[in-house]
């Protein structure tokens, strides 16, 4: 049996198609308005951005000055910018474990495990032992209460709690008291029960985006492994206010990661064939673009070697790697004199006229082949083509919906305001 609809007029019916046609055309002229505001701020929102980083940065300078004591974080995370006394970041875990818990050899395995954690000669996790403290809206490590660290203070024991139904009120009992400010921010609370007991950690987040500190590490799950752990990736996402607001992009990393993989290739190859270190047979017989291909090189490894080592200065690894490769004036003489030689001209035409006639033909055979990579490629240029559409689509209409969040915030304290003047 049909529904019963109410019945709508022809000429309802055009009203309603005409007004849906209005408000799409509106709607297109309002995201386009939009875009066009947003284009034309974009400049001014660069430069606040350049203006407040460069503020950021002289402010943290001069902290680090008037503080030699502490060590200052020079990220800002999302989760750090929300952090206030009354919700400080403390992250809490609650782990239920079978059997019974001996507090001293537990304490034992986090100090010679955790705490005591070295690589290279220093300490994985030295902020575990200084207390953190805000200055300025600057979250800082003190480096000096390190040596007033007591790891009774951050493994405690309570009385059993025997009923199950007791241990909820007690452990909401628990998180509800703030961590005390003149220790490290982390602590881990034991709470024996029947045949089990209760582990209560509770760590600020910065331990875990900063110190890379994972739940493995504080449990002493596998402590020879890294110490960067899955929940670490989890928490950074959730961290993130866009996570899952839109569709993440499948073949523009593939097509990425191709790019990478044969520029990478390329340049191995590159290297194995003109670096002077990896075959110094190229120098016997260099020319202009043999000379300017080791130039590239060299400045690649400069450039490497000084971001790896930034204690060493740029003019010593210049030196060092030119002296590596016998870039000098002779051979760039050298070079010049190859280049306009006339047998070295007869010697180019020779191959590539032999490319040109029998690689060809072997490329043609290789294309063939090689069908279908191509139709994946094809495949994959499709569905790339379609994901440029949708970030174009979100870039086109991202201004509208910021300008329509920033109206409905004006409103809500607007309203806000208002109702508080009336119960006045």
Not at 51 to 67: E, H, S, T
Not at 144 to 171: C, G, R, W
Not at 281 to 295: D, F, R, V
């Amino acid at each position: 049996m049909k529904p019963d609809w109410p019945q709508v007029s022809s000429k309802a019916r055009r009203s309603i198609g005409q007004f849906q046609r209005r408000f799409r055309v509106l709607n297109i002229f309002y995201n386009l308005f939009s875009c066009c505001l947003m284009i034309l701020l974009l400049p001014a929102f660069i430069f606040l951005f350049l203006i407040v980083n460069l503020n950021r940065y002289i402010w943290l300078v001069i902290l680090k000055k008037k503080y030699p004591n502490l060590e200052f974080i020079n990220s800002t995370s999302v989760r750090s910018a929300v952090d206030n006394p009354r919700n400080p970041g403390i992250l809490t875990v609650l782990l239920q474990v079978k059997g019974s818990c001996n507090i001293h050899m537990f304490k034992t395995q986090v100090q010679r495990d955790l705490l005591n954690r070295t690589k290279n000669g220093r300490l994985v996790f030295p902020h575990l032992r200084t207390k953190l403290s805000s200055v300025w809206g600057w979250y800082a490590w003190d480096k000096e209460t390190a040596s007033n660290f007591n790891i009774d203070n951050h493994i405690t024991i309570t009385q059993p709690v025997l009923e199950d139904s007791h241990i909820q009120k007690y452990i909401s009992e628990l998180v509800s008291k703030y961590m005390n400010p003149d220790h490290p921010p982390w602590h881990l609370k034991i709470v024996p029960s029947s045949n089990k007991f209760f582990v209560l950690i509770r760590l600020h987040h910065l331990y875990l985006s900063e110190e890379h500190i994972g739940l493995g590490d504080i449990l002493l799950l596998e402590p020879e492994h890294s110490s960067w752990s899955n929940e670490i990736d989890e928490y950074l996402y959730h961290e993130n206010l866009l996570a899952g607001t839109f569709k993440t992009p499948v073949a523009i990393p593939q097509v990425y990661q191709h790019i990478c993989e044969c520029f990478s290739n390329f340049w191995n190859e590159l290297v194995s064939v003109y670096d002077p270190i990896e075959n110094p047979k190229i120098q016997i017989s260099p020319t202009i673009k043999t000379y300017m291909i080791i130039i590239l090189i060299t400045m690649v490894s400069v450039m490497k070697e000084y971001l790896r080592t930034e204690s060493s200065g740029v003019k010593y690894i210049i030196r060092r790697e030119t002296q590596r490769r016998f870039i000098t004036k002779r051979l760039l003489w050298r070079s010049i004199l190859e280049t306009i030689n006339p047998l070295t001209s007869i010697k180019y035409f020779i191959s590539w006229s032999w490319w040109f006639i029998v690689m060809s033909a072997l490329q043609i055979l290789r294309t063939i082949l090689h069908i279908p990579q191509y139709i994946y490629w094809i495949f994959l240029s499709y569905h790339v083509f379609r994901e440029l559409l949708y970030l174009a689509k979100i870039v086109f209409s991202g201004p509208r919906v910021s300008i329509v969040i920033l109206i409905m915030l004006n409103l809500t304290n607007s309203f806000t305001v208002l109702k508080n003047y009336i119960d006045m």
